[in-house]
Structure formats: structure tokens, C-alpha cells
């Protein structure tokens, strides 16, 4: 099985990500999972924490073109 990964969309505190699974050149599966950076204490709501500029410029060279 091959996986290809991409940044789908990047916002404020989150990076969203999104996968093509295939074998054998067909595809079986696609995905999406979004990951937000945060603050965690226990006993109370994360805290969203927006990313550093430094961090988007990481992620922006691998974002896919936006969809129509």
C-alpha cells in the first residue's frame, strides 16, 4: 500500500491533512484528520494556540491548491 500525504488547509491553530491510500496504482482509500495545537490542563478546555509563523512556512510549501 502506498499513503501520500498532504496539507490540506492550514488556519489559525490547526493544520488539516489529508491522505490517498493505493495499491497496486488503484486507490482504496482516502482520509482527513485535522491536528490542533493547543494547551491542555487537566480539568478544563484545551486552549487553542495559533501557529508561529515560522511553523506555517513549514507547512505552506506542501499545501494542496485550494478546490473550486
Do not use: N, W
Request: charged share 20%; hydrophobic share 50%; with cysteine.
Amino acid at each position: 500500500v502506498d499513503v501520500a500525504v498532504a496539507v490540506a488547509e492550514i488556519g489559525g491553530s490547526s493544520v488539516g491533512y489529508r491522505f490517498r491510500f493505493e495499491s497496486a496504482g488503484r486507490l482504496v482509500a482516502t482520509g482527513r484528520v485535522v491536528a490542533v495545537r493547543c494547551v491542555m490542563q487537566a480539568g478544563k478546555k484545551p486552549v487553542p494556540v495559533r501557529l508561529s509563523p515560522l511553523l506555517v512556512s513549514r507547512f505552506e510549501p506542501h499545501l494542496l491548491p485550494a478546490e473550486a
